[in-house]
């Protein structure tokens, strides 16, 4: 859940980190730090708390020059947040730098060792315990860098991408990652490299980049080839796949808006497009999805789909669970990733394993996607990150398509992922024959519309500001939805209390007199997703039952609507759509009253606190 960077070239390597720095800031905002080789070969280190600005503003009077250095932003695990705990660390004799991140689980029984072999400690981090342990390794065996990081590395038990460097040999750079995301990015001639967390940072300097694999060294010097040599077998070398990645570099950036989760939400009509481009034929009436072509045969005969995620991919699962078993008629589970693999499941060999995931690098997800491959269930990738880690664990699946996502609290990369599962699940369906022809070439034809009715919410953006200015009072607020509206009702509080520190919750409606009510008075706000479909009677009473208790009712509705209009204290509308489409829909008025929550409160809506948007720890 930390960002690290590294450069090793002809250039002066502290603008380019401290660039890196930034793009990907959103991993990680607690503390950041540069560690550098100056030309007279000395080790220089620049940490302080907070973002990577402060950075910035505590080196401005210094000397940051050096063509080698590694950097790092941090989330933070082990340790508070601090300019002590930041990274980079150094070993005892300050001989090693090294970023960190990831968990190494065995730690404490490291540090114990190395205590008693003579070795101090200044940090609470388990990270400044791995560079001790390697120049330990180092100095013991008479080893170059490379050969100590590959057998320290032996030793530890845990998750990792780290970067090295030796004062001694200010010509390399040693990288090495499992279960933690690393890529190295070629530049001219190999005359100069970079290191990074993922793509982003790197993709302004060049289009090579070689994504590391798990439990892989990488060696990095100027002028030569990169060295990549596997931790189970360390005498041969490992051939590295260099792939050419093109990214928008204006796609990174805010375009104007004031911050970054509001023009992703404004993004979502593009976005939409893009991800059904090529995808959806409105003109053939016809879906093609090269997953399903590839793997007919074994996903016509599934016995079950098992679908796992966490947070706001978990919500986008829940709507593909009703997707699936609607047009598809199979039964489908959706599992917490972080709960699945720790009570012995049941998974059989005609299971359909969906890892859900923003950016194919969420640890939970990815250990228990590898679970599913242990028992041989096929592995169905649904990802935004090209070259991440779940989608190359895939055996097959879907990319969504719809750009970088900096703001930590997701957005579009949601409605990517309900869209992906309704394109996946009407497709199957059709294959399987579970589905008419009618009812499939009319959910083409909606899903054809889909963007510019969201464009129509959009448009609403300064009546749905003004309820939300409404909100910022509250301390509490209950979200209610039912059918396909309910996991919609989660998403929403999911996006209010992860930007604006108000303790939200989602429920099906009808479970509201089963508890929650005893928390409704004049002082809750209540938000109820009701849109014309079949439960829409049935919703209205429970809007009645909050109303008798004196609570304020704000409701999404159908355009047009005019019984809740009459019960509620507010109403959005939204465009008439079919009811399986109806959250690519309604969660856009929650996403935009999340967010004008939190700017009216003066909080940081990109970079809420204690969150990060790539978790790769568990």
Known sequence: ????????????????????????????????????????GKMSIYKEKGKVSNLEEHTKSQDVSGTIGIAHTRWATHGEPSSV?????????????LV????????????????????????????????????????RFHLDLGMAVLYALRRVVGAYAIAVLDREHPEEIICARKSSPLVVGIGEDRQEFFLASDALPIVGYTKHIVYLND????VIRRGEEISVKNLANSREAVEPNVHDVDIDLDKLEKGGYPHYMLKEIFEQPRCISDCMRGRLMPTEHNIVLSAIHLHREQLLSAGRFIIVACGTSWHAGLIGKQMIERFCQVPVEVEYASEFRYRNPVIKSDDIVI???????????LAAFNLAKEHNALCFGIVNSVGSSIARASDTGIYIHVGPEIGV????????????LTLFALALGHEKGTISRSDYEAHIDELARIPQKIQCILDQNDHIRDIARTLTYARNTLYMGRGMNYPVALEGALKLKEISYIHAEGY???????????????????IFVATHHRLYKKIISNIQEVIARNGRIIAVVTEGDTDVKNLAAFVIEIPETLETLVPLLSVIPLQLIAYHVAVVKGLNVDQPRNLAKSVTVE
Do not use: W
């Open 508 to 526: 099906p409606a009808a479970e509201m007199k089963h508890g929650p009510i005893a928390l409704v008075d004049e002082n809750m706000p209540v």
């Open 1 to 40: 859940m930390c960002g690290i960077v590294g450069y090793i070239g002809k250039r002066e390597a502290f603008p380019i980190l401290i660039q890196g720095l930034k793009r990907l800031e959103y991993r990680g905002y607690d503390s950041a730090g540069v560690a550098l080789i100056n030309t007279d």
């Open 85 to 97: 705990n930041a990274h980079p660390h150094l070993s005892e004799s300050g001989r090693l730098a």
């Open 215 to 218: 439990e892989e060294v990488a």
């Open 355 to 365: 890892a859900i995931s923003q950016s194919g690098e969420t640890a939970d997800t």
């Open 409 to 420: 609290a997701s957005t579009k990369a949601f409605t990517g992922q309900v869209t992906v």
């Open 100 to 139: 960190h991140n990831g968990i190494i689980e065995n730690y404490a029984n490291i540090k114990e060792y190395l205590s008693g072999k003579g070795y101090h400690f200044k940090s609470s981090t388990d990270t400044e315990v791995l560079v001790q342990l390697i120049e330990f390794v180092q100095q």
